[in-house]
């Protein structure tokens, strides 16, 4: 699955089911400033995207600007299955 509309779709039904949101979420919604998600969601998030998309995220990719939005977090898991393949 490399397909980033493919990868937000999974992360969408993960944030639901983890934090029981029923709102509307798209790709390009700030889920932090939205209050969807909290810091510990958010590091949540990021630890089950490594390993459901069997990616490694570095430090430096543990960004706001990088978690916020699932299109970036969708970029980036992209982009490191891409260099880590």
Known sequence: MNDAA??????????????GFEGPLTA?????AAG???SFNIVS???FAQ????????????VRDNLARLSA???LI???RVEQA
């Open 6 to 19: 493919e990868i937000v779709t999974v992360l969408i039904d993960y944030i639901r089911q983890e934090t």
């Open 28 to 32: 390009d919604d700030d889920l932090l």
């Open 36 to 38: 969807v998600l909290d």
């Open 45 to 47: 998030l990021a630890l």
């Open 51 to 62: 390993e459901r998309f069997e990616v490694e995220l570095e430090g430096e990719d543990l």
């Open 73 to 75: 977090l969708a970029a």
């Open 78 to 80: 992209v982009q490191r």
